[in-house]
Each structure stands twice: as C-alpha cells, then as structure tokens.
C-alpha cells in the first residue's frame, strides 16, 4: 500500500505515513485505509503547489531538510515556551549531554508509539487526522512533560530513549 504511494506521488519520505496507516488498519479495510493515506499526500502535494502552505493541515511527505527544520522549530519553540519558567529539564539535559532534538525525532518519525500506550497512540492519530501538525506539537510537548520526572533520573545521554 505505502509502496504504491510512493510510487505514485514519487515520494522520497513520509515520516509518519506508515503509522497512520497501521492504526488505520485496526479499525477499517485495506482499501478504505489506503483511500485515506492517498487523500492525506494529494492535499498534502496541491497545498505546496497552490503555494497555500498556511492552510496544510497535514505534512506528511517533506523532504528530509523540510523535516530537520520542522524537529529544530518545534526545539526552539520549546525552549521559548520554557525560557521565562523553571528550566531544570533542560539544565538536566545539558549536564549530561543530550540533545534534545534526538527525542523530539522519535516522537515524529515513530508517531508517539515509543512514548505512548497503544490506546493513547490510537486516540493521538485520530487527533493528528482532525487536526493536523498542530496535533504534533502539542503531544510531543506533553510527552516531555509526562516523562520529565524520569528524565531526571537519567544520567547517561544513551539511555535517554
């Protein structure tokens, strides 16, 4: 299915296609599944070429530099948000050298599923569908504060995820 996609649209990556795609699959056929995945890259590819990129609900097939500055937005905003409150989470982080860019990666390229229960993973995609990438953002930052206490126990940059 994502393979005729991508040959289809000519597509070099899509970073969460093949997740939405399997909790889709929990719930419909692989043909209904694979009309959504399709719908989901056409508006995708007609919103960058109206150059309407203010109206993309969804981003699911950027180029792999589109995606580097999508993860060090997300970073940035991140750490904007904490600028004026506590900022020992990223104190933390610094101290023992890792770079919080690494976690916000997982949580997009896997969709959550590392960080989240199955049922929360499955109520997040249906998010992401209604709403789109700013679905994105504010799971990912919810998912950091979730596991900020565990964060901290944590001492080694390679265990970290």
Same mark, same amino acid.
């Given at each position: 299915?994502?393979?005729?996609?991508?040959?289809?649209?000519?597509?070099?990556?899509?970073?969460?296609?093949?997740?939405?795609?399997?909790?889709?699959?929990?719930?419909?056929?692989?043909?209904? #599944?694979?009309?959504?995945?399709?719908?989901?890259?056409? &508006?995708?590819?007609?919103?960058?070429?109206?150059?309407?990129?203010?109206?993309?609900?969804?981003? #699911?097939?950027?180029?792999?530099?589109?995606?580097?500055?999508?993860?060090?937005?997300?970073?940035?905003?991140?750490?904007?948000? $904490? %600028?004026?409150? &506590? &900022?020992?989470?990223? $104190?933390?982080?610094?101290?023992?050298?890792?770079?919080? $860019? #690494?976690?916000?990666?997982?949580?997009?390229?896997?969709?959550?599923?590392?960080?989240?229960?199955?049922?929360?993973?499955?109520?997040? $995609?249906?998010?992401?569908?209604?709403?789109?990438?700013?679905?994105?953002?504010?799971?990912?930052?919810?998912?950091?504060?979730?596991?900020?206490?565990?964060?901290?126990?944590?001492?080694?940059?390679?265990? %970290?995820?």
């Amino acid at each position: 299915m994502l393979a005729y996609l991508f040959k289809k649209y000519n597509l070099q990556s899509a970073y969460c296609l093949q997740h939405i795609g399997m909790i889709l699959l929990i719930f419909m056929m692989p043909a209904e #599944v694979y009309c959504i995945l399709d719908t989901i890259v056409q &508006r995708t590819i007609d919103t960058f070429q109206e150059k309407k990129q203010d109206d993309l609900q969804w981003h #699911v097939c950027m180029s792999k530099q589109q995606y580097v500055m999508q993860v060090s937005m997300f970073v940035k905003i991140y750490l904007a948000s $904490t %600028f004026l409150k &506590r &900022r020992s989470l990223l $104190t933390h982080v610094h101290n023992i050298h890792f770079d919080l $860019t #690494v976690l916000v990666d997982n949580c997009m390229r896997f969709f959550m599923s590392d960080f989240l229960p199955l049922q929360s993973v499955i109520e997040f $995609t249906f998010v992401f569908m209604a709403e789109g990438v700013q679905a994105l953002y504010r799971y990912i930052y919810a998912v950091v504060k979730l596991h900020k206490a565990h964060m901290f126990t944590l001492s080694n940059p390679k265990t %970290f995820l």
